[in-house]
């Protein structure tokens, strides 16, 4: 029976390429760091290629974006105060989950654009990535959106007053387990978005699950 000897998650950007080899013929290229696989008497390893690339900038360190959050003063607001915000002084929530979970039910007048979407590419990188994901029982993985900010700034001018809202959120607020606050789709995004000039960026405290809970008005589209 074959046996998994280690496996590593895959790296996040489409510039690598791994090679999985047996007896020295290459089989396919893999888009995961390094694994060895045992089957029978053959060993298969996958070696990698190229560099490891920088990390994008929403990979940086969790440290580093929760000080750049504080230091341009990102505050961390309620969804009542999000909901006054919105009917009263022209806040726009900006929700970064998934389309579909946005189409599932979103708070009226909010709009959409994903941080994270389903891996669309079928190069043999993205599929060596969809098999990273499948070998912990994701069936649809989801890679970082490359075109995040372009999204925003075609809807969003950069003095727009935005509240950035995901599923569950995390916090910037010190915890005794936490120390520094846990991050989360939403504050990743606010931190691109301050990154690149935006002024007025606030963040949905307990995201669109407790808008829901709340009971607060939630919208939703029918798919086609």
């Known amino acids: 029976m074959a046996s998994l000897t280690s496996i590593a998650t895959p790296y996040p950007s489409s510039s690598q390429a791994l090679r999985l080899k047996s007896s020295g013929n290459t089989l396919f290229s893999a888009g995961v760091r390094s694994a060895a696989m045992v089957s029978g008497h053959k060993t298969l390893k996958i070696q990698c290629t190229s560099t490891k690339p920088a990390k994008p900038a929403a990979e940086v360190d969790w440290r580093q974006k929760r000080e750049l959050l504080l230091e341009k003063r990102v505050r961390s607001v309620d969804v009542k105060e999000a909901q006054r915000l ?3 002084n ?17 708070p009226p007048g909010a709009i959409n654009v994903e941080m994270y979407r389903l891996i669309r590419e079928w190069t043999a990188w993205d ?8 070998f912990f029982g994701i069936f649809s993985g989801t890679e970082e959106n ?3 900010i ?7 001018d950069k003095e727009a007053k935005i509240i950035v809202a995901c599923s569950s959120a995390g916090t910037m607020k010190p915890t005794q387990n ?15 978005l301050v990154l690149n000039g935006y002024k007025n960026v606030f963040h949905l405290e307990g995201g ?13 589209i029918e798919e086609d």
Do not use: C, M
């Not at 022209?90 to 979103?106: C, Q, S, T």
């Not at 599929?127 to 499948?134: D, E, H, S, T, V």
């Not at 520094?180 to 789709?185: A, K």
């Open 90 to 106: 022209n806040f726009v929530i900006l929700d970064v989950r998934p389309e579909a979970e946005y189409k599932a039910g979103h």
């Open 150 to 156: 372009q999204s925003v700034e075609a809807k969003l």
């Open 178 to 192: 936490l120390p520094e606050g846990q991050q989360s789709r939403s504050l990743i995004a606010a931190y691109l």
């Open 208 to 220: 669109i699950y407790t808008w829901g809970k709340e009971g607060l008005p939630v919208e939703t």
């Open 127 to 134: 599929i060596a990535r969809r098999l990273g994901f499948a």
């Open 146 to 148: 490359p075109e995040f």
């Open 86 to 88: 919105q009917k009263e």
